[in-house]
């Protein structure tokens, strides 16, 4: 049952910071790869963990891949060096800031696009989505609020680039005038950037249609049986459903042992069963599965294939 997840395209961890989206990620593209696909690990986070949780290096400029694992990549998204790219394509658009001002409609927000860091990843998202070239991409993303805005980019995005290709309808003749006066680009230019927008705008529509389909991507939330970890999770459910984004299954993780021999333990294990219990009432309708914490720090690949082991079954 719980094997569904790999018949999918792509695969979102998320959840609040520290609760291992990283570790599961690393553990769920390590045992897709072992089935046979081609498989490849994306970290969208900023403060990357995939090389600490592989225990070997991975970049930001190219596919790396993992050691004594067949059929699994990895890279980390370098989202600096996409921002000059990006930021140049936006100047592109409105080289002299002619848009922004003629557009001045009191809010001088109206033109700006979207969130930047969560744009870049958003657009190099875009290139793993038309990439045919892995059966599975897993996602290891940030913690929720990062996430949040770059799963809400789709619909923001589209938005944004509607109304600038509006504009550059109406405002397209006024533009090259524009353009000369400020010594700007030729015509042949103008029509090239306007096409790439238009592009983009297609591209972003396609990426909303495959990511919202349950058929192809799903997302699984990683939380702890702790209480702030549980209205996180809350935030991010409703989120989810607000952009239509699949979600049906949640990863309590580092669950402690009983230990009546030890006042603290004893407490905490108590407070872990409450938790639970409220997690399996809220949730009643999502396939939770439980994970205990190890002995050890989950690290390298060896101990990801462990517990893939607890997460999936023995292979
Ligand atoms: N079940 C577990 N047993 C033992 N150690 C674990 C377990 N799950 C995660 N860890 C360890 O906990 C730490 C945090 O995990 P991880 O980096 O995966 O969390 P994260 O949610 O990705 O964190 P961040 O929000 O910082 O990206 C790591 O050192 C990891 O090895
Ligand atoms: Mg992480």
């Known amino acids: 049952m719980s094997n569904s997840l790999f018949n999918k395209h ?3 961890f998320g959840g609040k910071g520290g609760v291992g989206k990283t570790t599961m990620a690393a ?18 986070d900023p403060a990357h963990s995939v090389s600490d949780s592989l225990d070997q290096k991975i970049g930001g400029d190219d596919y790396i891949k993992v050691n004594d694992v067949e059929n699994l990549w990895a890279i980390e998204l ?22 922004n001002e003629l557009l001045g409609d009191g809010d001088p927000s109206s033109l700006s696009p979207p969130g930047t860091d969560e744009t870049v990843a958003f657009i190099q998202l875009l290139e793993f989505i038309q990439n045919p070239e892995y059966d599975i991409v897993v996602f290891d993303t940030a913690p929720t609020g990062h996430t949040l805005k770059l799963l809400q980019l789709p619909e923001l995005t ?10 550059r309808r109406r405002l397209g003749g006024l533009m090259g005038g524009f353009k000369s006066l400020f010594g700007g ?17 297609d591209q972003v529509e396609i990426a909303r249609t495959h990511l919202s389909n349950n058929e192809e991507t799903e997302f699984v939330a990683v939380t702890i049986p ?26 309590i993780n580092q669950l402690q042992p009983e230990n009546p021999d030890c006042s603290y ?15 399996k009432d809220l949730y009643d309708e999502f396939d939770l599965h439980e994970i205990p914490s190890f ?11 462990k517990l893939a082991n607890i997460l999936y079954g023995k292979k």
């Open 10 to 12: 792509f695969l979102f």
């Open 27 to 44: 553990a769920t593209a390590i045992r897709a790869a072992d089935l046979g696909h081609n498989t490849l690990l994306v970290s969208t």
């Open 78 to 99: 370098n989202t600096d060096q996409a921002m000059s790219t990006y930021s140049e394509m936006i100047s592109q658009q409105d080289p002299t800031g002619a848009f």
């Open 158 to 167: 589209q938005s944004w680039l509607f109304r600038l290709i509006k504009m």
């Open 185 to 201: 680009g030729s015509e042949l230019d103008e029509q090239d950037a306007f096409d790439k927008l238009e592009e983009l705008r």
């Open 226 to 251: 702790t209480i702030m970890a549980i209205w996180e999770t809350e935030r991010l459910i409703r989120a989810l459903f607000e952009v239509a984004f699949p979600i049906t299954r949640i990863y």
């Open 265 to 279: 333990c004893k407490n905490r294990y108590t407070e872990q069963l409450k938790n639970i219990e409220k997690i």
């Open 295 to 305: 002995e050890y720090e989950i690290r390298g690949v060896a101990h990801l294939r």
